[in-house]
């Protein structure tokens, strides 16, 4: 079950990221080639389970309508067990609107590093479900969203209700 979840994510983010990668144009006009795509911020709860420092890129499909993939990083470090924990969080978001987005997406959170002193399963799925503000012409990008946590075991699948606020910049 752990397997299959994690193909299926990981082949829909594959393919995704190559079908709008290839319909970028370098032979834009000046005002789409001056579109901001590039979003690094700071979130609180969300997919990196207590924090997370992301980056993602933004794939314009229409005027009203845009592609982001992009991924975050959580470190933890425990002084009192002295453990360490990296988790990368790859994701996939559309958005819907203008200047302010309907944010719908989903992703992974994958532990990189581990110490197994949390016992936690290996998968953790999430959902994305919020509210985006991110400019055309850059700068201050804010998101905030219900992120729902779906743990994946050997022997069931359960969900946890979750959210998560960030900050950040466009460029």
Same mark, same amino acid.
């Given at each position: ?30 005002? @789409? ?9 700071? @979130? ?49 978001? %559309? ?37 985006? %503000? ?38």
């Amino acid at each position: 079950m752990r397997k299959k979840f994690f193909i299926f994510l990981i082949s829909i983010m594959v393919s995704a990221a190559n079908t709008y990668a290839m319909s970028e144009n370098s032979d834009l006009p000046k005002a @789409e080639s001056d579109y901001k795509k590039n979003s690094a911020y700071l @979130e609180l709860g969300g997919n990196g389970i207590l924090y997370s420092i992301g980056y993602d890129r933004l794939y314009k499909i229409t005027n009203y309508s845009k592609l982001t993939l992009g991924s975050g990083l959580t470190y933890i470090f425990s002084e009192y067990y002295n453990r360490h924990r990296l988790w990368a969080s790859p994701q996939i978001n %559309y958005l819907i609107g203008e200047k302010k987005f309907l944010e719908v997406g989903i992703g992974l959170t994958i532990p990189v590093i581990t110490d197994n002193y949390i016992n936690m399963p290996p998968l953790i799925g999430f959902y994305r479900l919020g509210f985006r %503000y991110q400019r055309e012409d850059g700068g201050l990008q804010f998101r905030i969203g219900l992120t729902p946590i779906c743990l994946v075991s050997e022997s069931r699948l359960s969900i946890a209700p979750w959210a998560g606020i960030s900050i950040g910049w466009t460029f």
